[in-house]
């Protein structure tokens, strides 16, 4: 038996009920009311925050999308905006933020550092793209994007939410929904604390080459004393 309601596709309406019955989804209306009620979380990393906050001022006035509350808490917004270069240091903040914010959550990767490293790509400090931490759902290319070019991925995580089924969503299961585990630094790079153990077995393996050497070095050395 399937769970879908058939729904015919004409639906007869008394005539002195037309203009005040509207019939639609339930997903359409949950959809239309969670996207004009996005509240972007108050964060910005680099310098495309810059425009982040051009596009909330006056002169384009995302107030019109329910969007003008940006919140300063994680746990008061469910859209996050990674607007900029996104450090080997800034990227466990980041993903704490991510993880502190309540389903259903979003997130925009602004500019092409947030979205691939931009032009520090390979820098040591730099890590080539936020999505390699998080899901992303939408990018938006540029360096730095405009505020229109932002407001074109508001648009599209719009459209995104107003698609989405109501019992196809992610955060409506039984099964809790796994945190994105927190990188941590360890000495010049980004460790995922999923492969620690993976990472101690392998330090604990001998290893007969560097062994081989370290005792060819010693005997080099005793050798010259003597």
Known sequence: MSDEVQVPDEVE?????EGNVFITSLSKVYGWGRKYSLWPMF???ACCAIEFMAASASRFDTGRWGMDLARAS???????I???TVTKKMAPKIVTLYNQMAEPKYVISMGACASGGGPFKEGYNV?????????????VPGCPPTPEALISGYMAVHDKIQNEQINKVRWYRK??????????????????????PEISAAAREPQPETAEAEADDLQQVAEETV
């Open 127 to 139: 890590v080539s793209g936020i999505d390699q931490f998080i899901p992303v759902d939408i990018y």
């Open 82 to 84: 990674v607007s900029g």
């Open 175 to 196: 099964d809790a929904i796994p945190a994105a585990p927190v990188p941590l630094l360890g000495g010049p790079d980004l460790i995922d604390p999923r492969q620690i």
């Open 13 to 17: 309406v008394p005539e002195d009920l």
């Open 43 to 45: 964060f910005g990393v």
């Open 74 to 80: 994680p746990r008061q917004a469910d859209l996050l």
